[in-house]
């Protein structure tokens, strides 16, 4: 077990040598009035740098990565990140740019993001956008934001409603609740899609719109899309895309020939930008025409073979980050996209649905697969059979994939499939990798009604077994308190 | 598991369950609810003189991968909240119908005609998800 | 070589291709896009350039960069040019961390969450609150969320007071981020380039939720917050602080003014400006504010063999469960630079914090007394630490771009960001600056300013 760094700190221990003050000294008490001074102590860790780097050398050995396996985390698109990004993105000459610098001397800056925005544009079929929300979840506010704005501008006050369906991702209702719609749930039908019927009650002059994933969650391509993108036009609404799934789709169809109105991509899902963590992603946002007055501020713009940035957008509904979005991602997404090209996107996404489609014909032998008889870049298998069976559930698997080297799948989401367990291979695994992944889930099919315990206390192998989650979540502890 | 019911009390379909003293009722969830919540982690309870419309959320309760809403039986004012909750959470549930979540005085006389008594519930029970 | 053109880091020979092919049951790839419906299957070819090796990549967009200029830095505003030690660029950039997703599984990401725990701690330890996030996207929406937050607390309370003297962008993006909300806000007027805290108690009625102020202000002005608190809380109301938490290692602390909330931006932390992104948003706050905070929040546990474990805890808060009844939309999080800045912290330690602020406000204070004895920079309000800001009138453009021509990015001029600031200048001194960049600083700035009658 690893000891926090407040734990390896030394009193009086310097880990790092600053160049000495070169212009002449002056008293604190004569830069800052004493009442403004700090009193308290920090109480920060102190230690060298070479106890540092071997500290977060040893948090890293302890935590798995797409670089050391198989990552078939459903949603997240957990693809190779090549290691040119970083490269490219490391340059000084990009990294270590001021936001607030002349427009003049940030020209390479500005077409790298200039070029992006062209090449989403022409991808996803719209007409242009932003790149200045930092998330996905952060494009979609945007995008309902822009919503609001559009229908404000329309002085249609009466369309507050946006319908999402009940497979969707929690990030589209939260972020339609914050922009001040209300939410009405579709359900899926028993093929596990949006049916026009579904939505054909809504269709009135209270209808701001309709949030979809396609493919969405189930992996499944909607089929009636352009009958409901028909309908909710003809009803006066907007049609936004969560384009978490764009993986399954690239040269295949595009949202803006679906008829979506705004739209929003994950660069660190589909754009192969490191995950991080947890983070930074990024979640440009892309628009047709009729919205193009209410993006964020600013534009980019492009005249005389000079970039410059565009503020005078009268409509703009103003800022959504401090900035203009996370540069450092948007790089490695230009480079990953400019090496690609147009028929390796195109074949990237062929074979993230091959990979798809070749692992769940091999399990649907043994784990039901309760929608859908082809999917495109992921698919959800129900545990609920075998809990039923046998007692073990989707997290008790999800946790023996964990012992064989594996990462679990997205488990219970999406919430309509009981016992859910969403699989995403991508393209970027052998088809070694993918059968070694089937015999582990045929093993752990036999283990679960031959030795049901072994599955349920699964992991083993790990430095740690499962966490008490109960009790951390009634007496929180989120800050290093101390000695014990 | 999780099906007691408990005689006198009044319940809602959102399986709360309700007692009557005068114009002030007393709120907490059943065993199914409690059961069905799975360990308890959380109640964000409501201050004292909040004022809630009948149906209106009054309070969350949390487990580990869940929220659940309680809402207010009838429209008035809180007059009580069960401060206990706040470290002990897991009485909700360890004693369901012994911990209530709060008091509340209603504005209008109570008509308990939109609740169910006991009985009710248990058949209503019988018609929920039997998982 | 048609192969090469498709080349996409994909693996796959076309033996695996065709065997998967069988496997499925299907015989070609078109086969399995079969469930798109004929009039939205995108049949042209994408208007996009070929794949390209990386080599030829990596020449194109270094060649891109090449048109970018830099120059030497005295910009502030939000984003600051501090040195970065090599082991804290190289304590992030392990596979382990950079090519993880949100630490789910806790068996196998016991050291991002470690890591995310320990820079909660230090987020705390820097605040003088007690608990904190793993963070947010930037200071600027970190602000928006601890607003959120507040009304969230009081939630039959509607209206926010904010300091005119806030960074304008977080301004426009607390506009942009109510906009939809039944919320108003009621603006601190600004008096010499500090906030005019007389007004405050007749701003403050049973109606505000949440006081919003910003030390450094946007002129970079040190706000004297004494007694600030004590009227805030009579009120009952929230006490939001925003501050550059370098800052911290010289001035007084969010929780010695007295603060409920503290937001901020940690990228002074060993993160490169990078045009403005990634940085990584900070939130602290007090105790009973823990299940009102958004994001990701690490706990601390135990696991089934009684070891100390790390988890990700109070999902039950969070969008994924809550849906379209979560306070918060927010699901990713600055994982990586979040640690790329807990790791710079470490490495200078309390006593390397200090040193940077030390440093870099002599040096701000060395440039403004230099400013000052030219006679054509008038008075510079303070107090301040390591940005002030001149007010050059309708000189501002014309100075700054000047300056540039000197090889000086000279500061930020601050109309640019809000017309009402007009001509007034943000400069910032960080401790990479030297004696001698400085003064020539001062040289050309006297040059400009002195020679300006006659080039007007």
């Known amino acids: 077990m690893n000891k926090l760094l407040f734990e390896i700190s030394r009193e009086g221990r310097i880990g790092y040598r600053f160049p000495e003050n070169d212009v002449p000294d002056k008293a604190l008490d004569d830069c800052i009035p004493e009442n403004l001074q700090r009193k308290r102590e920090l109480p920060l860790p102190e230690i060298s740098e070479h106890e540092l780097v071997r500290h977060y050398a040893n948090l890293a050995r302890r935590n798995f990565g797409v670089d050391f396996g198989f990552y078939p985390l459903g949603s997240c698109t957990m693809k190779y990140n090549p290691k040119i990004n970083e490269t490219t993105a490391s340059n000084p000459a990009f990294s270590q740019n001021h936001p607030l610098q002349p427009e003049e001397t940030i020209q390479g800056s500005l077409e790298v993001m200039y070029l992006l925005l062209k090449y989403l544009s022409e991808l996803t079929g719209m007409k242009w956008g932003t790149l200045q929300p930092l998330a996905g979840a952060h494009g979609e506010f945007t995008g309902m934001q822009i919503f609001k704005a559009y229908f404000r501008d329309r002085g249609e006050h009466k369309r507050t409603k946006v319908l999402i369906p009940t497979s969707a991702h929690g990030t589209n209702p939260a972020s339609a609740h914050l922009a001040g719609f209300e939410i009405i749930e579709i359900p899926a039908d028993n093929r596990g899609l949006v049916s026009f019927e579904a939505i054909e009650p809504y269709l009135n002059d209270e209808l701001a719109g309709i949030m979809l994933t396609n493919p969405n969650t189930l992996g499944l391509y909607e089929k009636e899309i352009m009958e409901i993108s028909r309908g909710v036009h003809q009803a006066g609404g907007l049609l936004y895309y969560d384009g978490a799934n764009m993986n399954a789709v690239m040269g295949k169809s595009r949202p803006g020939d679906m008829g979506f109105d705004v739209l929003h991509l994950n660069l660190h899902k589909t754009f192969s930008t490191p995950h991080g963590g947890g983070g930074p992603g990024s979640g440009p946002v892309l628009v047709q025409e009729a919205l193009l007055p209410f993006l964020p501020v600013p534009d980019i713009g492009l005249q005389d073979e000079k970039f410059s940035w565009i503020w005078n957008r009268p409509k703009s509904i103003g800022k959504v980050s401090g900035f203009y979005g996370n540069f450092g991602v948007i790089v490695r997404a230009l480079t990953y996209l400019m090496v690609m090209g147009k028929d390796g996107l195109t074949h990237a996404s062929e074979m993230a649905v091959l990979n798809a489609n070749y692992l769940r014909s091999q399990l649907n032998s043994l784990y039901e697969i309760p929608y859908g008889d082809m999917c495109k870049h992921e698919f959800v298998i129900s545990a609920k059979k075998i809990k039923d069976d046998t007692d073990v559930s989707a997290i008790d698997i999800a946790k023996s994939l964990i012992d064989n080297n594996i990462h679990p799948p997205t488990i219970y989401f999406p919430l309509i499939v009981p016992e859910a367990m969403m699989f995403e291979p991508t393209e970027t695994e052998t088809k070694e990798t993918l059968d070694d992944f089937i015999k582990v889930m045929k093993d752990i099919y036999k283990q679960a009604y031959a030795n049901p315990e072994y599955i349920q206390n699964a992991p083993v192998h790990t430095e740690i077994g499962r966490a008490d989650e109960v009790a951390a979540a009634r007496h929180p502890k989120v800050s290093w308190a101390g000695g014990e | 598991m999780g099906k007691t019911v408990k005689k006198g009390l009044f319940y809602t379909k959102n399986h709360e369950w309700v007692a009557v003293d005068g114009n002030e009722v007393n709120v907490g969830i059943t065993d199914y609810a409690q059961d069905s919540l799975g360990e308890i982690v959380y109640v964000d309870l409501p201050e004292i003189d909040d004022s809630f419309d009948a149906e209106d959320e009054a309070v969350s309760i949390e487990s580990v991968k869940t929220a659940a809403p309680v809402y207010a039986p009838f429209s008035g004012t809180i007059t009580k909240v069960n401060d206990d909750l706040e470290d002990s959470p897991e009485r909700v549930n360890e004693d369901p119908y012994g911990t209530f979540l709060f008091v509340m005085k209603c504005d209008d006389e109570v008509d308990t005609d939109d609740l169910m008594n006991d009985e009710q519930y248990t058949e209503y029970l019988k018609t929920q998800e039997d998982d | ?456």
């Not at chain 3, 969230?152 to 906009?179: D, G």
């Not at chain 3, 805030?232 to 925003?242: D, G």
């Not at chain 3, 100390?308 to 990713?332: D, M, P």
């Open chain 3, 1 to 456: 070589m048609a192969q090469n053109r498709k080349y996409s880091y994909v693996p796959h020979t076309s033996e695996d291709i065709d065997e998967m092919l069988a496997s499925i049951g299907v015989s070609r790839i078109e086969d399995l896009f079969a469930d798109i419906p004929q009039d939205v299957k995108f049949t042209e070819v994408l208007g996009l350039p070929d794949g390209k090796s990386e080599y030829e990549i990596e020449k194109f967009l270094q060649n891109l960069s090449e048109k970018n200029d830099r120059k030497l830095s005295f910009l502030g505003c939000g984003m600051y040019d501090h040195i970065i030690p090599a082991a804290v660029t190289a304590a992030a950039s392990s596979p382990a961390f950079v090519t993880s997703y949100t630490p789910y599984q806790p068996e196998i990401s016991q050291g991002m969450l470690q890591a995310i725990f320990e820079f909660q701690t230090m987020i705390c330890q820097l605040t003088g609150l007690d608990v904190s996030n793993a963070s947010l996207y930037d200071g600027h929406t970190a602000a928006a969320e601890a607003v959120s937050m507040a009304f969230q607390a009081k939630k039959k309370r509607k209206t926010v007071i904010v300091s005119e003297a806030v960074h304008p962008f977080t301004l426009s993006l607390l506009r942009t981020y109510f906009n939809e909300q039944d919320i108003q806000f009621r603006s601190l007027p600004l008096k010499g380039g500090k906030t005019d805290f007389s007004q405050l108690s007749s701003l403050l009625d049973d109606t505000t939720a949440a006081v919003f102020i910003q030390t450094p202000n946007i002129f970079g002005i040190l706000e004297d917050l004494n007694g600030i608190s004590e009227l805030i809380h009579q009120n009952k109301s929230f006490f939001i602080l925003s501050s550059n938490p370098m800052n911290f290692g010289m001035t007084k602390t969010p929780s010695e003014w007295g603060a409920d909330i503290a937001v901020g931006d940690t990228q002074p932390f060993g993160l490169p400006a990078n045009l403005g992104g990634p940085s990584v948003g900070y939130i602290a706050a007090v105790k009973n504010l823990l299940r009102k905070m958004p994001g990701r929040i690490v706990g601390e546990t135990q696991d089934d063999r009684g070891q100390r474990a790390f988890v990700l805890t109070l999902q039950a808060r969070e969008q994924h469960i809550k849906r379209g009844r979560a306070t918060s939309n927010i699901c990713t999080n600055q994982a990586l630079a979040a640690l790329t800045t807990s790791a710079y912290i470490a490495l200078v330690g309390p006593m390397g914090l200090e040193e940077v602020n030390r440093q870099s406000m002599t040096k701000a204070h060395y440039l403004k007394e230099a400013l000052l004895a030219l006679k054509e920079v008038k008075d510079v309000p303070g107090p301040f630490a390591y940005e002030f800001t001149l007010d050059l009138g309708n000189r501002a453009d014309d100075f700054i771009q000047r300056m540039l021509g000197k090889g000086f990015f000279a500061g930020v001029h601050l109309g640019a960001l809000d017309s009402s600031l007009y001509g007034k200048v943000a400069v910032a001194v960080t401790e990479k600056r030297t004696k001698e960049e400085i003064d020539r600083y001062v040289e050309a700035a006297g040059e400009i300013l002195k020679g300006d009658q006659l080039n007007e």
